[in-house]
C-alpha cells in the first residue's frame, strides 16, 4: 500500500512538473512569435476598422418617455390607484408593439420600405423599475427617421390604448429629439475585438503546431524526453562549411599582411 502511495505522489509531482515545463514553452513560443503577434494584432485592427467604418451603417437612438396614470386629474392618490398603475404600465408596455399600433403608425409615416415585423425590432419598451414611466427607443440608420417613429408611436399610444383599455389617458413628459450621435457601431470596440482575435488566433496556430511537432532540436529536449545528457553534439555540414570559409579567410589574410611587410 505504501508503495502504491508513492508511486501515485510520484507520478503526481512529474506529472506537475510537465505542466509547468509546458507552460514554460508555451510562454517561450509567445516570446519567440511576438513580432509575429504584433503583426496579426496590427492588421486584424486596420481590417475590422475600416470593414465597419465602410461597410456597417452607423444607428442612432431616440427615446420618447410616457408616464402611467390610473387617477383623473386633481385627483388624490392612493395605494390601490399605485397598484392600479403598475399593472396598467405592464400592459402598456406589452400593448405598444401591437400590430394594429405599428399599422397605424407605419401608414401615417409612409414607411413603405419596412414590414410590421421590421418596425417592431426596431422599437424597444422599457419600464425602470418602481416607476409608472416607459421609455420608448426607436433605433434606425437614419437619426430623423428614428426621431419620427418614436414621437409617432407615442401620440398614437396616448388615444388609441386608453380606448382598448378602458383607463385614463398617459402623459407624454418627453418627447423623441434629433439624435446627434450614432449609438453604434463603436469602432474603437470593434477595432480591439479584431486586434485580439487576429493575434488570438494567429498564436493559437502557432501553439498547435508546436504541439504537433515531435522533433528534438535542443539537447535540453533530448534529456526532458529520454532522460538523458547528451555527451556532445555535431555541428550540421553548413556550420562545418562556414567554419572552414572562415579559417580560409583568416589564413589569407594573414599571408596578405606577411607579404606586404615583406
Do not use: C
Not at 431616440?62 to 385627483?75: D, F, L, N, V
Not at 404600465?89 to 403608425?105: F, G, I, K, N
Not at 409615416?109 to 421609455?135: C, F, G, H, W
Request: hydrophobic share 40%; net charge negative; proline share 4%.
Amino acid at each position: 500500500m505504501d508503495e502504491t502511495k508513492q508511486l501515485q505522489v510520484q507520478s503526481q509531482v512529474q506529472s506537475d512538473e510537465d505542466i509547468g515545463i509546458d507552460l514554460y514553452d508555451l510562454f517561450y513560443l509567445f516570446r519567440q512569435k511576438l513580432v509575429g503577434i504584433l503583426i496579426a494584432f496590427v492588421i486584424g485592427g486596420a481590417a475590422v476598422g475600416a470593414f465597419t467604418f465602410f461597410f456597417i451603417a452607423p444607428k442612432y437612438q431616440a427615446t420618447a418617455k410616457m408616464y402611467i396614470t390610473s387617477t383623473g386629474e386633481g385627483k388624490l392618490v392612493d395605494f390601490s390607484e399605485l397598484q392600479i398603475g403598475n399593472s396598467l404600465t405592464a400592459d402598456y408596455e406589452e400593448l405598444m408593439l401591437a400590430r394594429p399600433m405599428l399599422e397605424s403608425v407605419k401608414e401615417e409615416l409612409q414607411l413603405t420600405e419596412y414590414e410590421v415585423d421590421d418596425l417592431a425590432k426596431m422599437i424597444s419598451v422599457a419600464n425602470p423599475a418602481s416607476t409608472r414611466i416607459l421609455n420608448i427607443t426607436v433605433t434606425s440608420t437614419d437619426p430623423q427617421e428614428a426621431m419620427n417613429i418614436a414621437n409617432k408611436l407615442v401620440e398614437k399610444a396616448v388615444t388609441w390604448l386608453p380606448a382598448i383599455m378602458k383607463s385614463n389617458e398617459p402623459t407624454v413628459p418627453e418627447d423623441a429629439i434629433l439624435p446627434q450621435k450614432k449609438s453604434s457601431p463603436s469602432y474603437s470596440m470593434n477595432t480591439l475585438i479584431g486586434a485580439l482575435a487576429f493575434a488570438a488566433v494567429y498564436y493559437g496556430i502557432a501553439v498547435l503546431r508546436y504541439l504537433h511537432d515531435d522533433s528534438i532540436r535542443t539537447s535540453d529536449d533530448l534529456e526532458r524526453y529520454f532522460g538523458i545528457a547528451p555527451l556532445t553534439s555535431i555541428p550540421e555540414e553548413k556550420d562545418v562549411h562556414d567554419h572552414a570559409e572562415d579559417e580560409k579567410r583568416g589564413k589569407s589574410h594573414k599571408k596578405g599582411k606577411g607579404e606586404k611587410a615583406a
